[in-house]
């Protein structure tokens, strides 16, 4: 896909890693709006405040930004919730509630997001490879790989590995693209307030990356969101982004100590 002059909505958009694909595809040339609920943050370009889950407020967003940006052709979509931690035993702190919560925004705001962007899509004129855009959602190798303390992130961000594929095979006859990003560690306000764990815990998961031997960049994780966008082989599969990390199992204590 041609980045220059696309339209391109990037969900959480306002900081970490849908703020840096946000900000590198505009540098690329497309013309980018964010949406994001906890406001505009450091994004400073079209922008829309929305809860992804929430489908009737997506559809006003997507109404609003794309007075701004035009027919939109790509969508980088990162906007999630934790849901992480105990669900039996003492320190017990995920309920029903919770683990809904986190189905809702990360399984459920992926799908809408994907079907409300890829029905508008039908109506653009497709280019000279018959391409008429490109979804891409992010999951996390906890998805894969689920630590002690992570079923409900786990669970909701393993709807969408799950979701890739039958969404590329349904949308690639009207020339769609459906990829996910399933990321390690990075450098995000999600991961240093406490998401994946706490404390010293910190410290040590991000020992367990191989090489480079440190949590990515969110400029790393921009890096692939745009060669996805511009490499038309890359279709219907989870991509792990991660410097060989591999989930430990670990503890208990990580969620109560």
């Known amino acids: 896909m041609k980045l220059t002059g696309s339209g391109i909505v990037v969900t959480g958009g306002a900081s970490g890693l849908g703020l840096a694909s946000a900000q590198l ?4 040339g497309a013309r980018v709006g964010v949406i994001d609920i906890a406001g505009r943050g450091a994004w400073d370009g079209a922008f829309q405040q929305a809860d992804v889950s929430d489908e009737a407020g997506v559809e006003r967003a997507l109404a609003s930004l794309r007075s ?9 979509n990162p906007a999630g919730v934790s849901g992480s931690g105990l669900c039996v035993g003492p320190g017990r702190n995920v309920g029903v509630e919770r683990f809904r919560r986190a189905l809702e925004v990360n399984t459920l705001g992926s799908f809408i997001m994907c079907s409300q962007i890829a029905e508008a899509m039908l109506d653009l004129e497709p280019d000279e490879d018959g391409e008429r855009g490109v979804l891409i959602n992010v999951s996390s190798i906890v998805s894969l ?4 303390g992570t079923a409900g ?3 909701a961000k393993g709807g969408i590995n799950a979701m890739t594929l039958p969404l590329a095979r349904e949308f690639s006859p009207f020339g769609i693209r459906v990829m996910t990003i399933a990321p390690g560690i990075f450098e995000t306000p999600m991961f240093r307030a406490g998401g994946s764990a706490r404390g010293e ?14 949590p990515g960049n ?9 060669h996805i966008f511009e490499n038309r082989m890359l279709n219907g599969f989870v991509l792990r982004l991660d410097g060989a990390y591999r989930v430990p199992a670990g503890t208990r204590e990580m969620w109560t100590g």
């Open 68 to 76: 701004e940006i035009g027919g939109i052709r790509g969508l980088v």
């Open 153 to 155: 992130y786990a669970a």
């Open 25 to 28: 595809l505009r540098e690329a």
């Open 201 to 214: 815990m910190v410290q040590w998961l991000e020992q367990q990356v191989q090489f480079p031997a440190r």
């Open 218 to 226: 969110p400029s790393e994780f921009a890096a692939m969101v745009r």
């Open 145 to 148: 790989e689920g630590q002690q």
